[in-house]
């Protein structure tokens, strides 16, 4: 007889603990998720596609995500993206060549009052400036690893 499918927060801390691990959700582990679940890997999948969260390709160690919503649009976020191309010299979704950085974007962070906002990790940065933005890409470098 067959288990009944877990809580959904047992997928979603599996999940977790592999994206933390291994900074992406590389196929290999969705399926050996889905066998020790024992739940279909299209439900494995729609999980980790659902929560921005999850990567199914690999990341930059810091993962820049710079809002564009329409605050932030308004407020210059678009410069700010362009200057962060060139600074960490990457494409949206590329990762920079010392494995630091990913660049993206998305579209609400739901701080307006601070646009053009961007968020590195669970740190919210407002009030953006392209000198802003230099300063936190620069602290992050010289962080010890």
């Keep these: 007889m067959k288990q009944t499918p877990p809580q959904g927060g047992v997928l979603i801390r599996q999940l977790h603990g592999i994206q ?3 900074n992406y959700l590389p196929r290999e582990e969705l399926e050996r998720v889905s066998e ?3 739940i ?3 439900q494995v999948y729609s999980v980790a596609t659902f929560f921005t969260s999850f990567s199914l390709t690999p990341v930059g160690k810091h993962v820049v995500n710079v809002c564009v919503g329409t605050t932030c649009h308004v407020k210059g976020a678009s ?3 362009e200057y962060m191309e060139r600074r960490l010299e990457i494409p949206l979704d590329g990762i920079s060549d010392d494995g630091l950085f990913t ?3 998305l579209r609400c962070l739901g701080c307006c009052s601070l646009a053009p906002v961007m968020k590195i990790g669970d740190k919210v940065y407002g009030h953006l400036t392209r000198a802003k933005a230099e300063k936190i890409i620069q ?3 010289k962080a010890p690893s």
Excluded: N, W
Aim: net charge positive; proline share 6%.
């Design 40 to 42: 279909p890997l299209s």
């Design 20 to 22: 933390s691990r291994l």
């Design 139 to 141: 602290r992050i470098r």
């Design 36 to 38: 020790q679940l024992d």
């Design 103 to 105: 660049l993206r974007t």
């Design 79 to 81: 410069g700010i993206v």
